[in-house]
């Protein structure tokens, strides 16, 4: 199965920017890679998605290494509403593969 | 409009019974996922329906099964329930499979 690794817990504080990163090395070239973020008893939101170039929309901007084996998710002005658990995922033959994400704290 | 629905909200069963979960897709959307959430194993892809037919499966036992009906709905079903089996389940739909992902806010289930 596909693997993606990130850190379990991430801070930071409020009105700043933030850097999740994601490994994912057993990517292949046409797998896209995604965001989604899971808030409080809610279920899982899209975040963001992208293949090779780097991708930005409304909620957030996301830089794909050149060889793909890493993404970085970026949050510009981070917000106490932001505080999420951050999955970066892949999808490969047509499975959706979940790493265990990343807790972001958001201190105000 | 309205989101993807997931019937029902909380329940508890003992262990050997069955249970059937539903989620209403968003209209238009002809792709239907399922998840698995736990502490333990976090978020598993169980399958996922496309215009009535399965198209993926993720590494579950057979006691996991699931449906699409031509209106989009999604039932799964988990024969002989095992206490590992509690969980929340949650469902998404999305336009096309595996695009933007819209998730219910899930069924949780308490094997008991």
């Known amino acids: 199965d596909a693997k993606t690794t990130q850190p379990n817990s991430m801070e930071s504080n409020e009105e700043e920017p933030v850097h999740l990163p994601c490994n994912h090395s057993?990517?292949?070239?046409?797998?896209?890679i995604h965001w989604y973020r899971q808030l409080p008893s809610q279920g899982p939101e899209y975040v963001i998605h992208?293949?090779?170039s780097n991708v930005n929309n409304r909620m957030a901007s996301l830089a794909i290494a050149e060889d793909r084996k890493s993404s970085t998710l970026i949050l510009h002005r981070a917000t106490l509403r932001d505080a999420a658990v951050y999955y970066c995922?892949?999808?490969?033959?047509?499975?959706?593969?979940f790493g265990k994400g990343t807790r972001l704290h958001i201190l105000p | 409009k309205a989101g993807v629905t997931q019937t029902p909200r909380y329940l508890i069963k003992t262990r050997g019974q069955q249970v059937t979960l539903s989620c209403s897709p968003i209209?238009?959307?002809?792709?239907v996922s399922w998840y698995q959430q736990t502490p333990g194993q976090g978020l598993q892809f169980l399958f996922e329906?496309?215009?009535?037919?399965?198209?993926n499966k993720g590494n579950f036992p057979g006691r996991f099964s699931g449906r699409q009906f031509s209106n989009s709905r999604s039932e799964m079903n988990v024969s002989t329930l095992e206490l590992g089996d509690s969980a929340l389940y949650l469902c998404?739909?999305?336009?096309?499979?595996?695009?933007?992902?819209?998730f219910g806010e899930g069924s949780r289930l308490t094997v008991l």
């Open positions: 057993t990517i292949s070239g046409t797998d896209y």
């Open positions: 329906y496309f215009s009535e037919t399965q198209r």
């Open positions: 992208g293949l090779t």
């Open positions: 209209s238009g959307h002809r792709s």
């Open positions: 995922i892949e999808n490969r033959d047509d499975k959706i593969i």
């Open positions: 998404a739909s999305s336009l096309a499979t595996f695009g933007e992902l819209f």
